[in-house]
C-alpha cells in the first residue's frame, strides 16, 4: 500500500507561478510511473503530466504543454509540478497518482491516488 499526500495548492493570480508536491510513504517515486491530474466542477478528470520511471521521460497534456513542468526527487521521495504562466481555467482540484504501467496517460491506468489539493487562479 501507498499513501500519497499532495501541497502546495492555494490563491494565485493569472500569470502566477505554484509549485505542487507529493510525498510517497515509502520508495517509489523512482520506480514508478507518476502523474498529476486535475478536476474542475463539473468536469472529469484530466491528464496534465506523466514522469515515467524506466527512463524518467516525460510526458504533457496539451493544457499543460510549455507551462508546466513535472519532476522528482527519489532521494525526498517527492513528485513535483511546477505551474508557470497560470490561466483562470486551470482553476481544479490536483491529484496525483502512481501506475505499475510503463506509460500510463488514463485514469484506470493509475492504482494508488492522494487526497487532491486545491489550485484557484484568479482573473
Known amino acids: 500500500q501507498v499513501q500519497l499526500v499532495e501541497s502546495g495548492g492555494g490563491l494565485v493570480q493569472a500569470g502566477g507561478s505554484l509549485r505542487l508536491s507529493c510525498a510517497a510513504s515509502?520508495?517509489?517515486?523512482?520506480?514508478?510511473?507518476m502523474g498529476w491530474f486535475r478536476q474542475a466542477p463539473g468536469n472529469e478528470r484530466e491528464f496534465v503530466a506523466l514522469i515515467r520511471g524506466i527512463d524518467s521521460s516525460t510526458y504533457y497534456g496539451d493544457s499543460a504543454k510549455g507551462r508546466f513542468t513535472i519532476s522528482r526527487d527519489n532521494v525526498k521521495n517527492t513528485l513535483y509540478l511546477q505551474m508557470n504562466s497560470l490561466k483562470p481555467e486551470d482553476t481544479a482540484v490536483y491529484y496525483c497518482?502512481?501506475?505499475?504501467?510503463?506509460?500510463?496517460?488514463?485514469?484506470?491506468?493509475?492504482?494508488?491516488w492522494g487526497q487532491g489539493t486545491q489550485v484557484t487562479v484568479s482573473s
Open positions: 497518482a502512481l501506475s505499475n504501467r510503463a506509460f500510463p496517460r488514463a485514469t484506470p491506468e493509475y492504482d494508488y
Open positions: 515509502r520508495r517509489t517515486v523512482g520506480y514508478y510511473a
